[in-house]
């Protein structure tokens, strides 16, 4: 079993519809961070967290510390928004990586 | 602008040619990393310096060495490439005061 686990492992969505993917994590860490990776390769990071919610345009990222889960939403989803999406534990400033959720929306 | 270049971006090479892949940050950062990202396997840390002149193996070091004689520079050497060290290369750094992984561009390398 992965230590971080995302679901779903792809996701296809018409433009417009809102977007959650799920990351569940079973180790101690002291922050979760999303990513976000494009079709040329490039990862850039979009939030990391260590309690609650934040926010940033469409994005809304939370966390659950009890319940070792988190969610990445995305709201009035566009085909920009197509990517990787990877979430990952920070442990003693090394991630431990999710297998990532391959998400398209389609015009 | 704050960022993490990585030299090459592409390189192909034959098995036992001896390469360097380097890494450089501008933010003064501690903390740097290099990834291997495999088909269904992930990202996969190869090493990690937590600071100058202290380095340590990640899950996947094998094959790999590291440098840390700077701060802002850290090299992936692989001394002796072999086909299965074919993947995407990503170089990461942050620091003890930012929340934030800085990410290089990646380098795709193919090892015949």
């Known amino acids: 079993k992965n230590e971080v686990e995302q679901s779903p492992q792809n996701l296809t969505a018409q433009e417009g519809e809102f977007i959650t993917i799920n990351c569940s994590y079973s180790?101690?860490?002291?922050?979760l961070h999303w990513l976000q990776q494009h079709p040329g390769g490039g990862i850039v990071s979009l939030f990391m967290l260590s309690s609650g919610k934040k926010k940033h345009g469409r994005l809304i990222a939370t966390i659950n510390i009890q319940e070792k889960h988190s969610s990445l939403h995305i709201t009035a989803s566009h085909p920009r928004d197509s990517a990787v999406y990877i979430c990952a534990g920070n442990s003693n400033y090394q991630l431990i990586w999710g297998a990532g959720t391959k998400l398209i929306i389609k015009p | 602008e704050a960022q993490v270049t990585q030299n090459p971006r592409y390189l192909i090479t034959v098995t036992g040619k001896k390469l360097t892949v380097t890494c450089s940050q501008n933010?003064?950062?501690?903390?740097m990393s290099w990834y291997r990202q495999d088909p269904g396997l992930g990202l996969r840390q190869i090493y990690y310096s937590m600071n100058v002149e202290v380095t340590d193996k990640g899950d996947v070091p094998e094959g790999y060495k590291v440098s840390r004689k700077e701060k802002r520079n850290f090299p992936l050497i692989l001394e002796s490439p072999s086909p299965n060290q074919t993947s995407l290369y990503f170089c990461?750094?942050?620091?003890?005061?930012?929340?934030?992984?800085?990410f290089g561009p990646g380098t795709r390398l193919t090892v015949l």
């Open positions: 180790v101690g860490i002291s922050a």
């Open positions: 933010m003064n950062h501690e903390y």
């Open positions: 990461a750094s942050t620091g003890y005061s930012t929340d934030t992984q800085y």
